[in-house]
């Protein structure tokens, strides 16, 4: 089973690296774009339960995965 | 319009930032962890004809948001 994990600045809280992106996007010519926000994708392959995994992944991503003051997360579970 | 762009490296392609997470979960009790990857999760918030969108945001992973080398990107559209 693979668990699909998205790890994103919270609202509010400045996102330099996207701005970069946004900024670079805007001098290559991509005018239609207004914002950009960065965050992680982490895919882990997993033994186990499923009817257990989705606590287990919660708890990865409060652990571990997500700096929980000033980022969210979000996943979904995959076969 | 907003695009969810997701990058990954490449299948074959080394990913010592995974490895680490893969490890670190491991030497925190995930003994289910077999395996981790980790991308970039890209939210570029769009104006304009939802219609060419598909074709620009490609030519964006193309020209700067991905490393055609040894990434790849897929990415959807949202309203």
Request: proline share 1%.
């Amino acid at each position: 089973m693979t668990a699909r994990i998205f790890v994103t600045r919270k609202k509010g809280v400045l996102d330099p690296q996207g701005q970069a992106v946004a900024r670079a996007l805007g001098r290559l010519g991509f005018d239609e774009v207004k914002d950009a926000r960065i965050g992680k994708f982490i895919e882990v392959t997993l033994d186990g339960d499923r009817a257990q995994a989705g606590a287990r992944v919660e708890k990865m991503c409060k652990d571990l995965l997500a700096n929980m003051v000033i980022e969210e997360y979000r996943f979904e579970l995959v076969d």
